[in-house]
């Protein structure tokens, strides 16, 4: 059926609701709502793709923004492809990068891919996810296939990216490999007939490529959905491991817990928007209640609480609980402290209390924490020569000093 001949219904309507729901842009979202109404009127699923290269082995909240997009399209009937880029890995993703990436070994990719698969199956559906990986069929283009896949797209459009205009202004080397990166992308969505590639705000040109290429080979072009990048525990950089500000989602459930009750409650909510299964309905519903006068750490409470049974169980998710009270059982956390940036990391605890202002000289914060006062997330410090890495703490000294404490990168 022609894209323009599918009925708009309800139902579609409906669909395309949950589709948008926290997603930074939806391109072309005319043609797209005409793929779902043609995917309705057809009993047929759309071919949803999301390639991530195996960089690291290990999955964080930030990459589930985008998962649970996925999840949400698997729910609607449809299909969904991961796909994990062995072959472009090779290259490395010079997205968003001010210099070249160094490219991983095959022995580094095989190790990440392992369990790659295995942590995003806790959010994706397993029986109704495809597994493909692009060294299938870019192993198989060789110099001549990958001549010709070059001659379909121009100099001149690759340099209206922004991060090679960038380096390219500021006289720092691009490699010409880096241009086979989007060309390969956007050919995974010709071999797997793509009707909508996700991925993150950082990916838009990636994913445009894709849908230029399945032009150029006589295809129906895929619809694009970018998703926004989210903001780690510091609230300021995007959730990264090399920035000590993620979560993992096999993070031990204590851990999980405390770096969620260590957010600002600004940020809460955009947690809520971007992780969170409950329906915007009743976020709203409990946005007002936090204004009504309930207290924003039962509102984080709860977050926490639905994160960590998703990814482990509703005992683990109430055991977090009791632990983490337990924890701040002799002296309360108040709901309003200073939040502080220090420094950069690491930073040792002494210089931590007086750059905070919890101690007004390094002898004083030395006494402190000798006398057992101090305490970083609700664990008593012994250590005088402790350091702390990059992300966000509660800090308290004696029973009334406390300070949410920023380090940075």
Not at 21 to 38: I, Q, Y
Not at 394 to 403: I, M, N, S, Y
Request: hydrophobic share 35%; net charge negative; proline share 5%.
């Amino acid at each position: 059926m022609p894209l323009n001949e599918a009925p708009i219904t309800p139902e579609v309507e409906h669909d395309l609701k949950i589709v948008k729901r926290g997603c930074d842009e939806l391109l072309v979202e005319s043609e797209f709502v005409r793929k779902l109404a043609r995917s309705r009127a057809e009993s047929k699923p759309l071919r949803i793709k999301l390639g991530l290269d195996p960089t690291a082995p290990d999955i964080h909240l930030g990459h589930t923004v985008v998962l649970n997009k996925m999840r949400q399209l698997q729910d609607l009937g449809h299909q969904v492809i991961f796909l994990i880029g062995d072959f472009t890995a090779l290259i490395g993703d010079p997205s968003g990068r001010n210099t070249t990436r160094p490219p991983l070994t095959p022995e580094q990719i095989h190790e990440n891919a392992k369990t790659y698969y295995e942590q995003a199956s806790m959010v994706l559906d397993p029986a109704r996810t495809e597994i493909r990986y692009n060294s299938e069929w870019c192993d198989k283009l060789g110099a001549r296939g990958m001549i010709k896949l070059a001659s379909r797209y121009t100099v001149a459009r690759m340099m209206e990216r922004e991060d090679f205009t960038r380096r390219f202004k500021g006289g720092i080397p691009i490699s010409v490999h880096e241009f086979l990166y989007p060309l390969l992308q956007g050919y995974d969505s010709v071999e797997l007939k793509a009707d909508l590639e996700m991925g993150g705000t950082d990916q838009k040109f990636n994913l445009l490529v894709g849908r230029e290429l399945q032009r150029e080979y006589g295809m129906e072009s895929q619809c694009i959905l970018t998703m926004p990048l989210l903001e780690g525990t510091d609230g300021v950089d995007k959730m990264s491991k090399s920035k000590g500000n993620y979560i993992g989602i096999t993070e031990a459930p204590d851990s999980m817990f405390g770096k969620l009750m260590s957010i600002s409650d600004t940020l809460m909510w955009r947690y809520y928007e971007l992780l969170s299964f409950r329906s915007l309905e009743d976020i709203e519903a409990l946005q007002q209640q936090v204004k009504d006068g309930l207290n924003p750490r039962e509102a984080k409470v709860a977050l926490a609480q639905e994160i960590i049974e998703r990814f482990h169980s509703r005992k683990a998710a109430e055991d977090a609980l009791a632990s983490f009270e337990a924890r701040f059982r002799d002296g309360a956390i108040p709901d309003d402290m200073p939040e502080i940036t220090v420094g950069q990391a690491p930073m040792g605890i002494l210089k931590i209390l007086r750059e905070a202002g919890l101690a007004v000289s390094g002898s004083e914060a030395q006494r402190n924490v000798q006398q057992g006062g101090v305490k970083v997330d609700g664990q008593r410090i012994e250590d005088k020569s402790l350091e702390l890495g990059a992300g966000t703490y509660v800090v308290q000294v004696g029973k009334r000093k406390f300070a949410r404490i920023t380090l940075t990168v």
